[in-house]
């Protein structure tokens, strides 16, 4: 059987369970996630609403709940299906405002339920048998939290239960061990215990304050990388951080990466002698294209090769940031290297072994890698992709490099080869 299936199934057992000790509570939905599953509740009615008389279910009742739905486990209760008129089913859910909004929205005229034992969900399966199929001691809740009905703000908040689930007891044994090794190592705790860096609610979420120890080891780390790219043909430039919003329009970024800038800055509010407003920039490659413009340069002169410890600024929504990994400032070890058509294959084969040579020297042995094409977003002509798109394909082929193909995953000025690195908890993480 599909783990799948058990993790579905002990959703709708979680569901039995709460319903058997909050009488009257309603429910959003409860679907399988990766490692286990969860369900919405909502202990209160509209008259607790109006009076703030919240009652919510707790991180102390989850014990409780996990006890009943052993219990309900051990009952050997079956799933059945049983398709109804969308009228008979507003009738059996009459009193489960979420549930009718949910049928509601359902194609068709007949809708797909499953009843176990005393609780019916509408579903469209597939499920156990018999709760018997699934092992007493292959799962656990895990964690209550906050979630609002249909993901928006304006919509009543639900309790959401998460759980893990698996097929045996030593899977979740194992899983719950790795979790512990990954608390262990997060690195949000180690940066806070090694007293390396720290985000502050004052400063803003996705900023970086690098503390002393932090600063000077991200100082050594960039100092490495600066002197392998000088020893491999590449000049240093530095430049601005803001730059004329005209800048963006003629670069594409504006009509092709808006939703990731910060909103511009409105220099023109100034006074009159200021004409343009600015943005504060999400790449570097518009200001190294204007240093390669200041002079005109003969095919002799390449390939020129640009390099930059370039600081930029990401619009990434509050919700998806996440210690170092996802931020809203970024230094980046940028490069743009300007070169003929005939030079292209050997560049990014240049590129991509020094890559391979910088990431063995931090240690990194294992990667996984991912050569992506054209988007449905794209600037240029389709020719010019393909011929990038081959030239991607013979440096990886000829660093006897394995790699997957990740089709339309282009950034939308041309293809990329994205590499993962794996950390010692074999998790992988982009890097390059
Ligand atoms: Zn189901
Ligand atoms: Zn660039």
Not at 35 to 46: P, Q, V
Request: aromatic share 10%; net charge positive.
């Amino acid at each position: 059987m599909k783990t799948e299936t058990i993790r579905h199934s002990l959703a709708h057992i979680l569901a039995y369970a709460v319903q058997e000790l909050f009488p009257g509570v309603k429910f959003g939905i409860g679907p399988a996630i990766e490692n286990g599953f969860y369900y919405d509740f909502d202990t209160n009615t509209d008259q607790h609403r109006l009076e703030n008389r919240l009652t919510q279910i707790t991180e102390g009742d989850l014990h409780k709940i996990e006890k009943k739905m052993k219990e309900i486990i051990k009952q050997g209760i079956s799933f059945k299906k049983e398709v109804v008129s969308e009228e008979k089913a507003k009738e059996i859910f009459k009193s489960q405002p979420y549930k009718l909004e949910l049928i509601e929205g359902l194609p068709g005229k007949t809708v797909s339920l499953y009843k176990s034992g005393g609780f019916t969900d509408l579903c469209k399966g597939p499920h156990v048998k018999s709760t018997k199929e699934i092992p007493q001691d292959s799962f656990k809740l895990t964690r209550i939290a906050g979630a609002y009905w249909r993901g928006s703000e304006r919509n009543p908040q639900l309790s959401r239960i998460y759980g893990i689930g698996f097929q045996t007891k030593k899977e979740l044994e194992t899983h719950l061990l790795k979790e512990v090794e990954a608390e262990k190592r997060d690195h949000r705790v180690l940066g806070q215990k090694m007293d390396l860096f720290h985000i502050d609610d004052e400063v803003g979420p996705g900023l970086i304050l690098w503390h002393p120890k932090g600063a000077i080891l991200k100082k050594i780390i960039m100092d490495y990388a600066l002197r392998e790219y000088l020893n491999n043909g590449y000049q240093l430039v530095d430049t601005p951080h803001i730059a004329k919003i005209n800048l963006w329009k003629t670069s594409g970024h504006l009509d092709f990466y808006k939703e990731n800038m910060m909103p511009p800055l409105h220099m023109a509010e100034m006074g009159k002698e200021e004409k343009d407003d600015y943005q504060i920039k999400p790449m570097n490659c518009p200001f190294h294209i204007a240093i390669y413009k200041t002079k005109i340069r003969s095919y002799k002169d390449l390939p020129i090769r640009y390099t930059e410890m370039g600081t930029v600024y990401r619009y990434e929504r509050s919700g998806t940031l996440h210690g170092l990994v996802r931020v809203r400032q970024i230094t980046q070890d940028d490069a743009h290297i300007i070169c003929t058509p005939k030079q292209l294959a050997d560049e990014l084969f240049s590129a991509l072994k020094l890559t391979k040579k910088i990431l063995k020297d931090f240690g990194f042995k294992d990667f996984s890698i991912y050569l992506s094409t054209r988007p449905e977003k794209f600037v240029g002509t389709p020719k010019i992709w393909q011929k990038a798109e081959n030239a991607l394909q013979y440096a990886l082929k000829k660093l006897k490099l394995k790699y997957q193909t990740d089709a339309g995953g282009g950034a939308f000025y041309g293809p990329k080869i994205d590499i993962k690195i794996k950390d010692s908890l074999n998790r992988e993480w982009q890097c390059t």
